[in-house]
């Protein structure tokens, strides 16, 4: 993938894909959205989350009904669901990484994880966020 190919924006949604045509659900929705009704503990892990990812670069926010993803040019790691004391997501790495932060790889890139306490955060996963986001920036 070009890092300096442009973004296809989506005519109707606005959203912004590196594939012209890309397949979406075409809506919108907010953050504040998927977290209403969530519960100040998982909310206070999803803000960690975010400000760790804050403290790395620049990112966009694309939400969905089912879920909060992170882009700068493509998407790069998300969360996928909040429960009553957790979080569950994904960071899209650049090859498949043995780790006990992760409970699922997928096709040996998506590293599903889950946030129970803040101290899951720590030095291992921050350079896991690392990968990630520069991964978003085209990376592979």
């Not at 804050?54 to 969360?79: C, E, H, L, N």
């Not at 909040?82 to 899209?92: A, K, P, Q, S, T």
Request: glycine letters at 6%; hydrophobic letters at 35%.
């Amino acid at each position: 993938m070009s890092a300096g190919r442009p973004l296809w924006t989506c005519p109707k949604c606005q959203r912004q894909f590196v594939n012209t045509n890309q397949w979406h659900s075409c809506t919108n929705y907010a953050v504040e959205d998927y977290l209403r009704g969530k519960t100040d503990y998982a909310i206070s892990l999803y803000n960690l989350f975010v400000e760790n990812l804050k403290s790395i670069g620049d990112f966009t926010y694309s939400p969905a009904k089912t879920r909060v993803a992170f882009q700068r040019r493509m998407r790069f790691a998300a969360i996928n669901r909040i429960g009553r004391d957790f979080v569950n997501g994904h960071l899209i790495l650049k090859k498949q990484r043995k780790s006990t932060k992760f409970y699922h790889i997928e096709q040996g890139v998506i590293h599903h994880f889950k946030i129970t306490r803040p101290e899951d955060i720590d030095d291992e996963f921050r350079e896991f966020l690392r990968e990630a986001h520069s991964v978003g920036m085209g990376g592979m």
